[in-house]
């Protein structure tokens, strides 16, 4: 039977949609998860207990089981195990990344670099050590405003602040330092939380493209609209709608711009999922993940036959040729509801009647009762997500927005201290 290495942190809804692709397909998929190698399969998932940051282990662990059934492809979920993936697909002679690569994809200042070099846009940017002092830097260093200040390693907008100000920079610096501190943080052990990033602003509007590479030929399955403006002061992702509303001559622009990427970073094999503003005629990428899109985000894609984004993946993985594989020709929409305020999850109210919304396909709230809330700069996760489909992206964005409306979440307040980012020094 065709096996497939799957690496990911933890176990979750993407997980699942992994194995059920897997089953239609045929295909054995082994997991490869960070866990303790004492327990003795605590999850009942069969998979391979790794450390991400002990790579000798994980790499001799995961060889060990390919000499006794050899792994025909390699997937990772997630940005944290990339690298790990990439060296192990260079080790058991399988197509992926080039681990330097992968690196200087998950690093959002060693990107920046790369795009420059090659004559992207790239905003001015520059790299402080989170320990320093903030007001020395306004003083020191060529800091213009708006600016955005960002961890180098985290994702989905976590830590991203704007600051239109000396004291709002000031304020976003010791935020960012404070959430780099935390224990959560600091057990990912990547180095990249002892600096963050400070940018310009760039004005705008946001796009996602989701892709995938083939011998380094980028491959665009679709451009997700951000119709929610993300200006700041927080930059929180609620909505994806495609296809996308761009003229096709904005969308080839973003082809070529994340074409561009793909090359300055020397990325060559698997999906992609990018970032882009478009400022007026000119595309920046602002980072692409050599992974699939996080999240349940990845059912707002649906292909010919009802194939899901992960059963296209998997089938890339083993040699499979998907050239000819085309997206379903329909509008689809999908909103990571926010969370509103810091506290505890106590209930969910008005699922059904969201469910009830005309196109609306599904709500699933994953966030758990009693579970503690937090918005973003600090959040890493969401209430949930709304799938809708209809015969236009402006119906099916509607369909999300209204079923979220129908929503009510019972938050209690939360024990509260002073918040680490709020003191100075």
């Not at 001015?124 to 390693?153: A, M, Q, Y």
Request: net charge negative; charged share 25%; with cysteine.
């Amino acid at each position: 039977m065709t096996r497939v290495l799957l690496l990911s942190t933890t176990t979750g809804y993407q997980l699942r949609s992994f194995d059920d692709a897997a089953r239609r397909l045929g295909v054995d998929l082994v997991f490869a998860t960070d866990r303790c190698h004492q327990l003795d399969d605590p999850w009942r998932d069969r998979a391979l207990p790794i450390k991400f940051h002990q790579e000798s282990f994980s790499l001799d662990t995961i060889a060990a089981e390919a000499a006794r059934a050899p792994f025909d492809g390699v997937i990772v979920v997630g940005d944290r195990p990339t690298v790990l993936a990439a060296r192990v697909a260079r080790r058991l002679g399988l197509p992926g990344n080039p681990p330097h690569a992968v690196a200087a994809a998950g690093n959002k200042h060693a990107s920046r670099l790369r795009f420059g070099a090659a004559g992207l846009h790239v905003p001015w940017n520059l790299t402080l050590p989170v320990r320093d002092d903030p007001e020395r830097h306004l003083d020191e260093s060529s800091i213009d405003f708006p600016c955005v200040l960002k961890p180098l390693g985290l994702s989905g907008s976590r830590g991203v602040i704007r600051a239109d100000t000396p004291a709002e920079f000031a304020a976003a610096f010791r935020r960012i330092r404070a959430l780099l501190g935390r224990v959560d943080v600091r057990a990912v052990r990547t180095d990249d939380e002892n600096e963050l990033l400070v940018e310009g602003f760039i004005p705008g509007r946001e796009v996602a493209v989701e892709g995938i590479l083939t011998d380094g030929r980028l491959r665009i399955f679709t451009i997700f609209d951000k119709p929610d403006p993300l200006d700041g002061p927080f930059f929180e992702e609620t909505i994806y709608v495609t296809p996308s509303s761009l003229t096709d001559a904005s969308q080839a622009q973003i082809f070529d711009a994340v074409q561009a990427g793909v090359d300055a970073l020397d990325l060559s094999h698997g999906p992609i999922h990018a970032e882009c503003r478009i400022n007026g005629d000119r595309v920046f990428v602002l980072e692409i993940a050599p992974r699939p899109i996080g999240g349940l985000c990845s059912r707002a894609l649906r292909f010919e036959g009802g194939a899901s984004l992960e059963e296209i993946v998997v089938r890339h993985a083993i040699g499979e040729d998907i050239s000819r594989i085309e997206r379903e020709a329909v509008a689809s929409a999908v909103m990571m509801i926010p969370i509103p305020r810091r506290g505890i999850l106590k209930r969910t109210e008005g699922e059904a009647l969201a469910r009830e919304v005309p196109s609306v396909e599904d709500v699933v709230i994953t966030a758990k009762p009693d579970q503690l809330l937090e918005p973003l700069p600090e959040a890493g996760s969401y209430l949930g997500f709304i799938f809708a489909r209809a015969l236009t992206s402006s119906a099916a964005e509607a369909a999300v927005r209204e079923a979220h409306r129908r929503l009510s979440f019972a938050i209690d307040p939360a024990i509260d201290i002073v918040p680490a980012w709020a003191l100075r020094g």
